[in-house]
């Protein structure tokens, strides 16, 4: 799959708007490491890599955003400069951004009214520094974000879903190429299959759930 992702454009959409600025509405702004691994491509080529989530400042970011609108994406840079990012580094140089974001905005409502909990996953945008594309990062990304949202989801309701019949998790994008969609398709198949496995463990019935298109 080739790793240039594109999502919603909305040239009036800003960080400030986009609540919250973080991505974890669950769990808060983080400042950490994710994971760490050695990459080898079919070509035989080997990088040292890491992901992490809120560690690349805006100065970090502002030559790798650069490249995004060199390279022809509609990506709004608000995505990106003063909000917090998955961030994908290669050799101890950020190459890739992500986009988010996870909230409940009705949980109290439907507490109230005894209906399903719903949890929103908003992917907004995902870019990889073109010499990087092609290469398997895009792959490696997704599967690192659907972590992310998994372990928020986990921690937030072990201790709240006896007080609802059903969860629901609903994916949301607006595709700008069909490599978005792409990256998008990937990421659905693997929450779907962690959230079996949380369904099994809590004995709720988890339905995910999607809202995207073009």
């Not at 921690?155 to 949301?172: D, F, K, M, Q, T």
Request: aromatic share 10%; proline share 4%; net charge negative.
């Amino acid at each position: 799959m080739t790793e240039r992702s594109v999502f919603c454009t909305d040239d009036e959409t800003t960080s400030e708007g986009m609540s919250p600025f973080h991505q974890d509405g669950f769990q808060g702004p983080q400042k950490r490491v994710l994971t760490v691994f050695p990459h080898l491509a079919d070509s035989g080529s080997e990088w040292n890599c890491y992901i992490s989530v809120g560690l690349a400042t805006d100065e970090l970011k502002a030559p790798l955003v650069d490249e995004i609108a060199q390279a022809g994406s509609p990506l709004n840079h608000k995505y990106f400069l003063g909000a917090e990012n998955l961030e994908l580094w290669i050799d101890n140089e950020l190459a890739g951004l992500c986009r988010c974001r996870l909230s409940s905005p009705d949980e109290e409502s439907a507490l109230r009214a005894g209906e399903s909990f719903m949890a929103w996953v908003y992917l907004d945008a995902v870019f990889i520094r073109p010499t990087y594309q092609s290469l398997g990062f895009g792959e490696r990304l997704s599967e690192q974000c659907v972590e992310f949202v998994t372990n928020s989801l986990l921690a937030y309701i072990r201790e709240r879903y006896s007080g609802y019949p059903s969860i629901e998790v609903v994916l949301n994008a607006d595709f700008e190429s069909e490599q978005g969609e792409r990256f998008f398709d990937q990421m659905t198949g693997n929450l779907q299959r962690n959230m079996e496995v949380i369904a099994q463990m809590l004995k709720v019935p988890i339905k995910v759930s999607t809202d995207a298109g073009y």
